[in-house]
C-alpha cells in the first residue's frame, strides 16, 4: 500500500458464538461451536435443518422499535457491530462527514425479508407487498443505515462478491483512505441468509454438511470427513482510518491493514480453481502491497469452509504461495466454530485477526480429528496458540472465482 498507513481503531462482531466482540472473541479461543439445529423454521422435509443461526439478538438494544421494523435482519446485524467498533474507536460524530464512508459488503442482502414478501404475494396478491420491501432488500442498505445512523456522507457503497464481499469492502474501503478520498472508513460485512429458500438452495447444491444428528462437529475444516459448510450468519465491522488522523485525535491504534490482493479463478461459478492460481495470487499480491515476504507472515485466517475443493486447493496454495515457509505458518478456520458467514465471513474474520495480533494468542480450527493427507499444514487443531505475532492474512474466497487475501500487522 502506499505510504499512508491505515490504522484499524474499532472491531465489532455479531456471530453465532457470541452477541458482541468479545464474547464471540473468547468463545472462539476456547473452542465453543455456534452450530446448532435451526430455530423458528418449518424444517419438514429439509436436508439440512443446522447452521451457525444466532440466538438471543436483541436489536432494540441499540436500534428504536420502529427503526427495527424497517431494517432486514442482515443491516440489524450491521449496526449491531458498527455500534460496537465505533463506540471503541471512540467515534460519535463525524469530524467532516465528507471525509468519513461507509462501506459495507453483503453477498445476499435481505434474503429473509425477499422470502416473505415473495410468499405474501403469493397468497394475498402484488397489492400485499410492502412498500418497504425494495429498501428492506437491497445489498446497500446496511451501509446506508448505518451512514445515516453517524451522518457520514463521504464514499458510500456496498460490495458484493459473493463470500468475499466482507474482504473486498474492506479493501476498498482502505483504498478511500490511502487516495485520498476520505480520512475515516466503517468497513466490513453483513449477511442473514438463513431462511428457507437459501437453506434450501445451498443444500440442494450439495455445498452443505448433513451431519444434523452432531451439529457442533459438522464444521470440520480440512477434515478427512468433511462433508460441506455450514451456513452462518452475522456481522464483522472494522473503523479504518488514516494513521494522521487516528494520532491526531489520540485514539488507540489496534492494528494496521497493511496490503490487499485481489484476483479471479476465470475458471468455474462455484468450484475453486483446481490449480489454486487465483488463491495464490490473492495471496502473494498482498505480500507484495505490503511490502512482506513469506517469511514475514506468521498466521493465515484460512478460508477454510470445510468443503472437499476448498480445504484442499487452499493448502495447496499457501504451499505454493509461501514455499517451505508454509510449515511455519500458523493456520486456522474459524468456521469451524461459527459456520460460513457467507459475504460476512472476510468482515467477520478480519476482526478476529486484528484480536489475535492485538492479544497474541491465535483461534483453534476445532473438529480436526482425522486430518486429510493432502491438507497437512499446521492449523491450530489442539487448541489455541498463545504467540506474538507481527503479520497475518485473512483469505477470503468467493463463488464465481472472488479472491480477497488482507494482509494485517500488529502495533509496535
Not at 211 to 216: A, G, I, K, L, V
Not at 320 to 336: L, N, P, W
Not at 383 to 399: D, Q, T, Y
Amino acid at each position: 500500500m502506499s505510504k499512508q498507513k491505515i490504522a484499524v481503531t474499532g472491531l465489532g462482531m455479531v456471530t453465532s458464538v457470541g452477541l458482541d466482540r468479545e464474547s464471540t472473541w473468547e468463545g472462539l479461543l476456547a473452542g465453543r461451536s455456534g452450530v446448532s439445529r435451526i430455530e423458528g423454521m418449518d424444517l419438514t422435509d429439509f436436508k439440512v435443518v443446522i447452521a451457525g443461526q444466532i440466538k438471543g439478538f436483541d436489536p432494540t438494544a441499540f436500534m428504536e422499535a420502529k427503526d427495527v421494523r424497517k431494517a432486514d435482519r442482515y443491516s440489524q446485524f450491521a449496526l449491531a457491530a458498527t455500534v460496537q467498533a465505533m463506540d471503541q474507536a471512540g467515534i460519535h460524530e463525524a469530524a467532516d462527514p465528507l471525509r468519513c464512508g461507509v462501506i459495507i459488503g453483503s453477498g445476499m442482502g435481505g434474503m429473509n425479508t425477499f422470502q416473505d414478501q415473495v410468499l405474501r404475494m403469493a397468497k394475498r396478491g402484488p397489492r400485499a407487498v410492502s412498500p418497504l420491501f425494495i429498501p428492506m432488500t437491497i445489498a446497500d442498505m446496511a451501509a446506508g443505515l448505518v451512514s445515516i445512523r453517524y451522518g457520514f456522507r463521504g464514499p458510500n457503497f456496498c460490495t458484493v462478491s459473493a463470500c468475499a464481499s466482507g474482504g473486498h469492502a474492506i479493501a476498498v474501503a482502505a483504498d478511500q483512505i490511502r487516495n485520498g478520498h476520505a480520512d475515516v472508513m466503517i468497513s466490513g460485512g453483513a449477511e442473514a441468509g438463513i431462511c428457507a429458500v437459501g437453506l434450501a438452495g445451498f443444500a440442494n447444491m450439495k455445498a452443505l454438511s448433513t451431519r444434523n444428528d452432531e451439529p457442533e462437529k459438522a464444521s470440520r475444516p480440512f477434515d478427512a470427513e468433511r462433508d460441506g459448510f455450514v451456513m452462518g450468519e452475522g456481522a464483522g465491522i472494522l473503523v479504518l482510518e488514516s494513521e494522521e488522523h487516528a494520532r491526531s485525535r489520540g485514539a488507540e491504534i489496534l492494528a494496521y491493514l497493511e496490503g490487499y490482493g485481489a484476483t479471479g479463478d476465470a475458471y468455474h461459478m462455484t468450484q475453486p480453481d483446481n490449480e489454486g492460481r487465483g488463491a495464490i495470487g490473492s495471496m502473494t499480491t498482498a505480500l507484495k502491497d505490503a511490502g512482506l515476504e513469506p517469511g514475514d507472515i506468521e498466521y493465515i485466517n484460512a478460508h477454510g469452509t470445510s468443503t472437499y475443493f476448498n480445504d484442499k486447493i487452499e493448502t495447496f496454495a499457501i504451499k505454493e504461495a509461501f514455499g517451505k515457509h508454509a510449515r511455519k505458518v500458523k493456520i486456522s478456520s474459524t468456521k469451524s466454530m461459527m459456520g460460513h458467514l457467507l459475504g460476512a465471513a472476510g468482515g467477520v474474520e478480519a476482526v478476529v485477526t486484528c484480536l489475535a495480533l492485538r492479544d497474541g494468542v491465535l483461534p483453534p480450527t476445532i473438529n480436526l480429528e482425522n486430518p486429510d493427507p493432502e491438507c497437512d499444514l499446521d492449523y491450530c487443531k489442539d487448541g489455541p496458540v498463545e504467540m506474538k505475532i507481527r503479520h497475518a492474512l485473512s483469505n477470503s474466497f468467493g463463488f464465481g472465482g472472488h479472491n480477497i487475501t488482507l494482509c494485517f500487522g500488529g502495533v509496535d
